[in-house]
């Protein structure tokens, strides 16, 4: 893996534009930690912005959470023009395990312009690959098992050519042929929200300066780790200010001692 302070140095030297079209509910999180590592957020979401903000950024993150017509537009959009000017982009796919009009939306999007990275909880990455799957809700599913939702986020990024990142008490990052396992974190992270699409909005910045396998997985072990530097902290408030801290100001040295991943390769399990 490359180190995270020269990605972050990158970042900070390029200063690249990440355009995001996100929900309301993290939105502010998300900006504050794509500028924690040194890009620049730009929030835009109407329709008849979505191509020129697109054009001039350098990665693009789409998340489905409080999904609207206007979100809907604007996505297929970015994304078509993403596509067309090489610009890597990361769609979340927050809600497709428990409402099928996102599950549908997401996939298509998919297919007609090809994520960089799609990201989701265990739940929303197995319920793309299997349409018989279902929950209730955005949160995890206890009964789903490691082997099962990494066999679907493999599986999936084969049937669409792309890097997989299925979140959850271990992170999963797979091509479809090699499956990296990372287990650093802490269930704190989720006692405040919008730490899933901050985990996206990171990966998005991470795209601009790396390639997207490399990106999810410095996503996964950067909040990983600086959610267990702050797991101490006496509540939930304090909580969020240390992990956005942690985000800005973690280095390598910080970091290697607490890394723990495994790396699979598929063809060989």
């Known amino acids: 893996m490359t180190s995270l302070n ?36 730009m929030m835009a979401e109407h329709p008849d912005e979505a191509a020129a903000i697109t054009r001039s950024a350098g990665a693009l993150m789409l998340n489905l ?13 970015s994304a078509a023009t993403a596509k067309e000017h090489g ?10 395990a428990c409402l099928p009009n996102r599950r549908e939306y997401a996939l298509n ?24 799957y279902s929950t209730s809700g955005v949160d995890g599913d206890s009964s789903l098992s490691l082997e099962k939702s ?30 990296t396992h990372l287990y650093n974190g802490t269930p704190r992270l989720g006692s ?10 990171l990966c998005a910045a991470f795209l601009a300066v790396c390639g997207g396998y490399e990106a999810a997985v410095c996503a996964c072990v950067l909040q990983g780790i600086c959610g267990e530097l702050c ?19 973690v280095t390598d040295d910080d970091i290697i001692p607490r890394l723990r991943m495994e790396e699979i390769n598929i063809e060989d399990a």
């Open 231 to 249: 797991e101490d902290t006496k509540g939930s408030g304090s909580f969020a200010a240390a992990l956005m801290d942690g985000i800005s100001t």
């Open 150 to 179: 990494d066999a679907a986020a493999a599986a999936l990024a084969k049937k669409l050519g792309c890097i997989v990142l299925a979140s959850g008490a271990a992170d999963t990052v797979t091509d479809g042929t090699r499956l």
């Open 109 to 132: 999007l998919a297919k007609q312009s090809t994520p960089t990275v799609i990201k989701g909880n265990r739940p929303e990455i197995t319920a793309l690959y299997d349409n018989g």
């Open 6 to 41: 020269e990605i972050r140095g990158r970042l900070t030297e390029l200063s690249p534009l990440i355009h995001c079209i996100t929900n309301p509910i993290s939105i502010n999180q998300c900006a504050n930690a794509i500028l924690a590592v040194g890009a620049r957020p």
């Open 87 to 96: 610009i890597p982009f990361i769609l979340d796919v927050c809600g497709a």
């Open 65 to 77: 959470g409080n999904f609207t017509d206007v979100h809907a537009k604007s996505m297929v959009i």
């Open 192 to 201: 405040i929200t919008g730490t899933g699409c901050m985990q996206g909005a």
